[in-house]
């Protein structure tokens, strides 16, 4: 059986301010910066084999990866693929804005400009595809909140709502069997 983790980046000042960050690259507060540094080292006292850390090109998901690299000596690259969706006009407003709830709903909604729900699903499963046919590594996938929601629903069924409502702390670590 294989596996791979999953964890959401650090924080940020839009997560502070309760603000959508989508794809707009905002960068790791002091706070964000100390997470990374301290779930590199959970991983490192744990033992938890990881053979590469593929991340998010935006800011807030590299320094995190790049911080566990550091730590844990973990190799790091890239992966295009986990960018988090572009919630279009919806990025920078409050992340509880019910105009957003009901919008996130609709999964062939583009946000005026960003992406739908659909076209990030099949980039996610693309990649998750891809992990799953590389038996001989395991990876991290350090990335955003938006992302964990597709990745679980890759793996479980889920309703809308729960769909729409799943999401994980910043630097929580998930791991996910197949």
């Known amino acids: 059986m294989g596996h791979f983790y999953f964890t959401r ?6 997560n502070v301010e309760n603000k959508i960050c989508g794809a707009t690259d905002i960068a790791l507060t002091n706070l964000g910066h100390k997470q990374a540094i301290e779930f590199g080292h959970y991983i490192k006292e744990h033992h938890i084999h990881i053979d590469q ?3 998010s090109p935006l800011s807030r998901a590299k320094d995190t990866a790049l911080h566990i690299s550091e730590v844990t000596g973990i190799p790091a ?4 693929r986990l960018k988090e969706q572009n919630f279009g006009k919806y990025e920078s407003t409050p992340r509880d804005g019910e105009e957003f709830k009901q919008a996130k709903t609709c ?3 583009s946000f005026e400009g960003g992406e739908t729900m659909l076209h990030l699903a099949h ?4 990649l998750l595809d891809d992990v799953k ?4 590594h395991v990876y991290l996938l350090v990335a955003h909140n938006g992302i964990s929601r597709i990745i679980e ?4 069924d889920m ?3 729960e769909f729409s409502a799943f999401g994980i702390k910043n630097c929580e670590l998930k791991k996910y069997e197949y």
């Open 9 to 14: 980046h650090g924080q940020t000042i839009w």
């Open 53 to 55: 850390i593929l991340y």
């Open 77 to 80: 690259r890239e992966e295009l």
């Open 107 to 109: 999964f062939v909604n």
């Open 123 to 126: 980039r996610i499963y693309s």
């Open 133 to 136: 046919k590389d038996d001989e």
């Open 153 to 156: 629903s890759y793996f479980h």
């Open 159 to 161: 309703t809308n709502d």
